[in-house]
């Protein structure tokens, strides 16, 4: 299976700033997730975007699909130091019915206070 | 609700040993759970799907016979790290898969082995 990618690999931002992460992916797919994993934890579920979705927003997280682009994009706005960590889109490969993810390859966010 | 638990949380093993992981859906059935891998600073890569009842369908390179994987019940499938060896220390992430909410997956906490 192949990885998607995502950019930056890293970013550093101050408190209160926006945060954004892009995620391209190759295939096409049934839905797209963004999910936050704190160093050496368990993953957390950001987001599900739909591949009939545009757009979707929960609290402070905004996320973007393009389909079309086959990339996805999530913003963090007001970030806080508590919202470093690494962020990893996930897609899921429709085809075969498995429904299996393929991660991106995640980008380390610090927010510095 | 959707709670996988892994069991352990942490390992550390010698050489030459062999390894079970625990995953169980805690409050669903899960027709079907997958095992990634993770090494540090790198993101998560699918090692292994897993049905309820049948074999386990590996990811290209990773070795059937080496990570042992058994899904006997809809709420727990294990993956067995046979003779394991320091190149094996990784985490090991485990999810469930709920059918009915867009094939969403739910993920384990993570195990953490380390092979002396």
């Known amino acids: 299976s192949q990885q998607g990618e995502e950019d930056p690999q890293a970013l550093s931002i101050q408190e209160g700033e926006n945060a954004t992460m892009n995620c391209s992916y190759k295939?096409?797919?049934?839905?797209l997730q963004w999910y936050r994993q704190n160093s050496g934890r368990g993953l957390v579920h950001l987001i599900l975007?739909?591949?009939?979705?545009r757009e979707k927003h929960s609290g402070r997280l905004r996320v973007t699909l393009d389909t079309s682009k086959k990339s996805s994009s999530l913003l963090i706005t007001a970030s806080r130091a508590a919202d470093t960590a690494s962020y990893f889109c996930?897609?899921?490969?429709?085809?075969?019915?498995?429904?299996?993810?393929?991660f991106g390859t995640g980008t380390r966010l610090k927010v510095l206070a | 609700g959707a709670v996988v638990s892994q069991h352990p949380s942490w390992v550390i093993c010698k050489s030459g040993t062999s390894v079970k992981i625990e995953c169980r859906s805690l409050?669903?059935?899960?027709?079907?759970m997958f095992w990634y891998r993770q090494f540090p600073k790198q993101s998560l890569m699918l090692m292994a799907t897993?049905?309820?009842?049948?074999?386990?369908?590996?990811e290209q390179g990773v070795e059937k016979d080496k990570f042992l994987i058994n899904h006997a019940s809809l709420t727990l499938s294990t993956l067995t790290v046979t003779s394991a060896h320091p190149e094996d220390s990784s985490f090991y992430i485990c999810?469930?898969?709920?059918?009915?909410?867009?094939?969403?997956?739910?993920f384990g906490p993570g195990t953490r082995l380390t092979v002396l």
């Open positions: 999810s469930a898969k709920q059918g009915r909410f867009y094939n969403e997956q739910f």
């Open positions: 295939t096409s797919i049934n839905n």
């Open positions: 975007i739909r591949s009939n979705e």
């Open positions: 996930a897609t899921d490969e429709g085809t075969s019915g498995t429904y299996k993810y393929i």
């Open positions: 409050d669903f059935q899960a027709t079907t």
């Open positions: 897993s049905n309820e009842g049948s074999k386990a369908t590996y």
